[in-house]
């Protein structure tokens, strides 16, 4: 598809693999939630974002209604329609593309086509990071789902560091500014404030919020003071 292995290329995959791996977490905690392995490979498929599967499963897992996990994982997955208008005006795709677009358009993609300065490998880097965790998501957790138990508790392999790994390789090369660093401070400290108080996931939700609250501010007084 594309003529060289450019460095958004490079990115996505490398996000690809650390991400991907951390699906057999995910279909070894799904079956242990009592889907079996069709319906855990269904979710991954379908569903296609982490934080509104684990949600989804976490709420089946503690005896909460089909109902109540639907809710649950569309509330987490709120933030992807936000990344597809900012996406749609960033990559400017041909209507055609928009569905695929729309079931890749993920944390991983998003980050990593906006963390790139030209159109073209914004373009790249999104196809790498959406294709490649869709492929490595879907066949970790067929993998973790096939192991089930034997795996034992998925937490003590240390999987979840994979993914804290790669969006902290995203952000740290964008901290070179006064504004990133506000920022990633005030989400930070949203978070933490916000998690024993509110139930799981919505202090994410909570922390884009008060960024874009804070954003929306600055821009405000940089509007004011060029007037």
């Known amino acids: 598809?594309?003529?060289?292995?450019?460095?958004?290329?490079?990115?996505?995959?490398s996000i690809a693999i650390a991400v991907g791996v951390y699906g057999i977490s995910f279909g070894a905690l799904s079956v242990t939630a009592g889907l079996n392995v069709w319906q855990t490979c269904a979710l991954s498929a379908l569903m296609f974002t982490g934080g509104s599967q684990f949600a989804f499963i976490g709420v089946i897992g503690s005896g909460g209604t089909g109902a109540a996990a639907w809710a649950a994982a569309t509330l987490l997955g709120v933030r992807n329609g936000v990344y597809g208008m900012q996406l749609k005006s960033l990559i400017r795709p041909p209507a055609k593309r928009i569905p695929l677009m729309a079931q890749l358009t993920i944390d991983e993609s998003t980050a990593t086509a906006t963390a790139q300065d030209h159109?073209?490998?914004?373009?790249?880097?999104?196809?790498t990071a959406g294709v490649g965790v869709y492929v490595m998501w879907n066949g970790f957790t067929l993998i973790g789902a096939l192991a089930?138990?034997?795996?034992?508790?998925?937490?003590?392999?240390?999987?979840?560091?994979?993914?804290?790994?790669?969006?902290?390789?995203l952000l740290w090369p964008r901290l070179h500014a006064k504004d990133p660093i506000a920022?990633?401070?005030?989400?930070?400290?949203?978070?933490i404030i916000t998690l024993p108080l509110v139930p799981p996931g919505i202090p994410v939700l909570i922390a884009a919020a008060v960024t874009a609250g804070w954003w929306a501010w600055r821009r405000r007084g940089a509007e004011a003071v060029a007037e």
């Not at 920022?183 to 978070?191: C, K, N, S």
């Open 119 to 127: 159109h073209d490998e914004r373009v790249r880097g999104f196809w």
């Open 183 to 191: 920022l990633a401070v005030v989400a930070a400290l949203a978070t």
């Open 148 to 169: 089930g138990n034997a795996l034992g508790d998925p937490a003590m392999w240390g999987l979840d560091g994979a993914a804290v790994a790669a969006f902290l390789g």
């Open 1 to 13: 598809m594309f003529s060289r292995f450019t460095p958004a290329m490079r990115m996505g995959t």
